[in-house]
């Protein structure tokens, strides 16, 4: 196994280091990417784990923040580059999208592009420096505060089937019982995403892991940390990189189109629907929460369930904005949703 060069920087096999890769300079100070690198001290794939390409979803730099502390790098098979705040602009005000007056201002709808928006020179840094020089990406997103998500989304529309093959065994390596099958290349954002841009781009296979996220209690919480870890070490194993069984989920969710459920005007957002009820069932028309005026508390709407489904998204009470994050249903109504068993 020989060194591993990242933004400059060679790392020795069998080492771990901190690597900082420059984007460019804002008004106040330096942008950078800050990337953990374990390279291992035998042969294998390298494996680039994004978290927080939306400044708002922190969760998952917890989760990499365990996941490192569990890593021999002389032991590991190939490399891990874990990058905590892949947008630390956006990180800086707590925001999902960096607070400028770009046109293209979300860091996951910007690979690829060929401006100098701060978005785009920093998903250009991304994919040049670490992308590049990798087999496979896992790129988190969790629920912000007083929202969770809950499914591991895999790439069906690849231009290579083999490439949508591999990033549908990482899924499946997750462990985690809700599968989402995307195609995002028939939609709007396709080669734009992360992995969108590293399946056209370079042919490397990816998942999306929502599992998790903010406001839910430190118990809750661990064991969505606890669940990531896990997940992350069973794509591991399915890539070769550490030993052990790969351990696909017994049964499992999956699903196609879903109903994302959220309210239509602002106000203080109260659940009828808990977190008990996450992968239940729910009916048509079914109400899964109210909102209320913030100041005058009278009631202001009924969000209910536009289709017949399965919740995988939840949320808790928390004052919310229009269109803000509520549910999401995987949608029964589509014959491709089923639960399988592997």
Request: glycine share 12%.
């Amino acid at each position: 196994m020989g060194s591993l060069t990242l933004a400059g920087s060679t790392i020795a096999a069998g080492t771990r280091t901190i690597v900082r890769a420059p984007v460019t300079r804002d008004l106040t100070g330096d942008v950078d990417i800050v990337a953990h690198v374990a390279a291992g001290a035998h042969d294998g794939p390298t494996l680039l784990l994004l978290s927080m390409l939306h400044g708002n979803e922190w969760f998952s730099a917890v989760v990499l923040r365990e996941l490192l502390s569990r890593i021999d790098a002389g032991v590991l098979r190939g490399n891990v580059i874990a990058i905590p705040v892949a947008n630390a602009p956006a990180m800086a005000t707590a925001t999902r999208c960096i607070q400028d007056n770009a046109d293209e201002p979300d860091a996951n709808r910007t690979f690829g592009g060929p401006y100098q928006w701060l978005s785009n020179q920093i998903t250009r840094v991304l994919s040049d420096e670490f992308m590049a020089k990798s087999d496979a990406v896992i790129d988190y997103h969790v629920g912000d505060w007083g929202a969770t998500m809950a499914d591991v989304s895999y790439v069906t529309d690849y231009s290579r089937a083999d490439v949508a093959e591999r990033s549908r065994a990482m899924a499946l390596a997750y462990g985690f019982p809700v599968l989402h099958a995307l195609t995002i290349f028939s939609g709007l954002r396709g080669a734009r995403t992360s992995l969108g841009h590293a399946g056209e781009k370079y042919g490397i296979p990816g998942i999306v892991a929502e599992v998790g996220g903010l406001g839910w209690g430190e118990p809750q919480e661990q064991r969505w940390i606890q669940m990531n870890v896990d997940g992350t070490m069973g794509v591991m194993r399915q890539l070769g990189m550490i030993e052990g069984e790969v351990k696909p989920p017994a049964g499992y969710l999956h699903f196609h189109d879903y109903f994302r459920v959220g309210p239509s005007v602002g106000g203080y957002l109260e659940p009828v629907v808990g977190l008990d009820r996450q992968f239940t069932e729910v009916a048509k028309g079914e109400v899964l929460a109210t909102v209320r005026h913030a100041m005058t508390f009278e009631l202001l709407e009924e969000v209910r369930s536009p289709g017949r489904g399965i919740i995988f998204y939840a949320c808790r009470s928390q004052m919310v904005r229009p269109g803000g994050w509520g549910f999401g249903v995987a949608s029964l109504e589509d014959p491709r949703t089923e639960w399988k068993t592997t």
